[in-house]
């Protein structure tokens, strides 16, 4: 059972360029996540997807773009990489937006390490 | 905005002693916790989750809530070396879609 499964591991990119990260989950989730994660800061979320087919801003969006493709890909793409994006990416997954309740946690992948020079 | 606090740390603790990690909050709405231990290098995994004022003992891990004064913590009884990590406390926003608020986590070193 993969669970989460995020590509690139490490990726380094001339400011400017663009990328995508790819996703992918096998627990038939509903909800799909991703963030970023700085030196001293807390995870910060940039995009997340409730469901299939929606997709909605985080608390960090600016100079991201995310795909819903399916259940079980989510998508994160660099348009025009800067230095401030260097960090480590973080793709998840959850059953949905009301598990927290209940305990049902979220899932992450092993995470993208992303350096802009 | 909403916000979850950590002390960075590290906090040092001898090999067999109690670690007691802590995280303010500070919405008071707030209803569901959660403790992530996070190898360097590697993802958040869940260790606890606390929906109720008082204690939940899971193993030799312990969280304790206190929603009156907003605070959660979190304590690891006879410390192995095997726990040195990063410690993130994630709290549910429900005025955000149920997003979590994450704290900057609490590097703990346990010294053999």
């Known amino acids: 059972n993969a669970g989460v499964t995020q590509t690139p591991k490490f990726q380094v990119l001339k400011t400017g360029q663009s990328m995508t990260l790819q996703c992918a989950q096998d627990?038939?989730?509903?909800?799909m996540y991703w963030y970023r994660q700085d030196p001293g800061m807390g995870l910060r979320l940039i995009y997340y997807?409730?469901?299939?087919?929606?997709?909605d801003k985080g608390e960090v969006p600016n100079g991201y773009n995310v795909s819903r493709l399916n259940k079980r890909e989510f998508s994160l793409r660099l348009e025009s990489a800067a230095p401030s994006q260097t960090s480590v990416y973080f793709c998840?997954?959850?059953?949905?937006?009301?598990?927290?309740?209940?305990?049902?946690?979220?899932?992450f992948g092993e995470g993208s390490w992303l350096t802009v020079v | 905005q909403k916000e979850v606090e950590q002390n960075s740390g590290p906090l040092s603790v001898p090999e067999g002693a109690i670690a007691s990690l802590n995280c303010t909050y500070s919405?008071?709405?707030?209803?569901?916790f959660f403790w992530y231990r996070q190898y360097s290098g590697k993802s958040p995994e869940l260790i606890m989750f606390?929906?109720s004022n008082g204690d939940k003992e899971d193993g030799r891990f312990t969280a304790q809530l206190n929603k009156a004064s907003q605070y959660v913590s979190l304590l690891i009884r006879d410390s192995q070396p095997s726990d040195s990590a990063t410690y993130l406390c994630?709290?549910?926003?429900?005025?955000?879609?149920?997003?979590?608020?994450w704290g900057a986590g609490t590097k703990l070193i346990i010294k053999p």
């Open positions: 998840a997954s959850s059953p949905d937006r009301d598990h927290f309740f209940s305990g049902n946690t979220i899932y």
């Open positions: 627990m038939n989730h509903n909800s």
């Open positions: 997807s409730a469901s299939e087919g929606t997709t």
């Open positions: 919405d008071r709405g707030s209803q569901s």
């Open positions: 606390i929906y």
């Open positions: 994630a709290v549910v926003d429900m005025d955000s879609n149920y997003q979590l608020i």
